[in-house]
């Protein structure tokens, strides 16, 4: 038998115990496992700011501005396509209110620039590119507005409603995440606004009832509480989002970053973070790139500590991917296509609470998956190996959720042994994988 065939037996099993289980707690909607399944999606600043080097635009800049020379969202497709991320997000408008497409309740968009004499629409080229690559389509719109007239009145929240509305209507295709920003700062007449959540969030969810929500509260998913790309050791998918709002009223750091193990609600961690120095593309910051070693300890921090990866790719003036960013990300795919290339878990055996692997060779990574249909249960563990002097402690950990992945010390051990010390409820692994990094160090 081969050692995918027992591990298939094993994952039947496990699957067969799954069925007779009901899902403990909060769980998530068949939308939110198949967004976490993603893992790694693509972020694009893109604006006037790519042309001003600013990271957060007035709102007065002139529209001609905005002029894209040789435009390009098939190659921002491809890169992605090509560095394994399953979707891409856009900053459809950012707090300077500039938008991307002719969004008919502003005049401040791509219509009122000389760019391709006003008949361009990024949103229509990059939902066009994301279509034929296979990717799915995400859009970030900042309530935030330092150009709309009416922001700091009610009547702002139904204008940003009709910009919902134009975006999400249906003009673009399924849109997979809508990015809220909580940013609220002074509008162009000086005020704040009072943004009317329930009303933007059901909009949303009316044009696109698919689409995971992120905010600082969710619904669909929360911020990791940093932009420098780490989520908790302990990363808790469930959160009690009640009472908090996005922006100031959000909720702790601690538990944006880690989660809430009581949490009642389902709305797992996403980590945004950029390439670069800034969000925006900036010529100063070609030679500031992150590191294949930066960008594979975000990796670990992130997609191996039970959240998705969102990671900002600006594209340049030009309206592309910069040369130097999409040799790195084919550098961080190749790294971790190697990485996870063999798996090295043999048969797996479970007693109670206790999975003991064989191990078919020297390894460095354990992957450990819960099945998440059926709640985040398990909240702390042991990872022991057998040597020559018996079981040896290897780690000790607290949460797994949908991925964790522990580095661990250069290991020869022939078997591991996994014991859950603390669940919620029955714990349900779906997945054990033994791997060998050579290419990353802590
Ligand atoms: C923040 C914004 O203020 C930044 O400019 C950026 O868009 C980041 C992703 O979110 O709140």
């Keep these: 038998m081969t050692r995918n065939l027992v591990f298939a037996a094993a994952a039947t099993a496990l699957v ?76 459809a408008k950012h707090h300077d209110g500039f938008c991307l497409w002719p969004n008919p309740v502003s005049k401040h968009t791509v219509r009122e620039s000389s760019w391709l004499d006003g008949q361009g629409d990024v949103l229509k080229e990059l939902s066009e590119a994301c279509a034929e690559e296979g990717l799915k389509f995400g859009v970030y719109i900042s309530p935030w ?6 922001y700091g009145t009610p009547e702002y929240n139904n204008v940003f409603v009709k910009t919902l509305d134009s975006v999400l209507g249906g003009a673009y295709g399924p849109v997979f995440e809508q990015w809220f920003d909580g940013a609220n700062g002074e509008g162009p007449n000086g005020k704040k606004q009072e ?20 905010s600082d509260v969710g619904p669909g998913c929360r911020w990791v509480g940093n932009e420098k790309g780490y989520a908790g050791r302990t990363n808790w998918s469930t959160l009690n989002a009640e009472g908090f709002t996005p922006g100031k009223g ?21 980590t945004d973070v950029s390439i670069r120095p800034g969000w925006f593309w900036k010529a100063s910051e070609n030679d500031k790139v992150k590191s294949l070693q930066q960008l594979l300890k975000i990796y ?14 600006p594209p340049d003036t030009r309206g592309r991917i910069h040369e130097t960013d999409s040799v790195r990300l084919m550098e961080l795919r190749s790294a971790l296509d190697r990485i996870f290339a063999r798996d090295l878990a043999g048969q797996v055996k479970r007693k109670g609470n206790t999975w003991t692997v064989d191990a078919n060779g020297p390894f460095n990574r ?11 249960r398990i909240a702390s563990f042991t990872v022991e190996a057998l040597t020559a002097d018996g079981w040896t402690p290897l780690a000790r950990e607290t949460t797994v959720g949908y ?30 994988g033994l791997y060998h990094d050579e290419i990353y160090h802590e």
């Design 366 to 376: 354990l992957v450990l998956q819960e099945d998440i249909a059926m709640g985040q």
């Design 403 to 432: 991925k964790r992945i522990l580095l661990l010390p250069e290991c020869e051990a022939s078997q591991i042994r996994i014991s859950v010390t603390e669940s919620l409820a029955k714990p349900l692994l779906c997945g054990i």
């Design 250 to 270: 959000a909720p702790s750091g601690k538990s944006l970053n880690e989660g809430d193990s009581d949490g009642n609600a389902w709305i797992p961690a996403e």
């Design 145 to 150: 507005d330092r150009n709309d007239p009416h």
């Design 195 to 214: 943004y009317d959540w329930p009303l933007f969030n059901e909009t949303v969810i009316r044009h696109q009832p698919h689409a995971v929500i992120f």
């Design 16 to 91: 067969a115990a799954a069925c007779i289980e009901k899902p403990y707690g909060a769980a998530p909607t068949p939308q939110q496992i198949e967004w976490q399944r993603m893992e790694m999606n693509m972020f694009c600043h893109f604006g006037p700011n790519t042309f001003t080097g600013a990271e957060w635009g007035d709102g007065t800049e002139a529209e001609d501005l905005f002029n894209p020379s040789d435009l390009d969202c098939r190659q921002w497709a491809r890169t992605a396509k090509a560095a394994g991320f399953k979707g891409i997000i856009i900053t």
């Design 300 to 313: 670990y921090e992130s997609v191996g500590r039970n959240s998705l990866l969102l990671l900002n790719v």
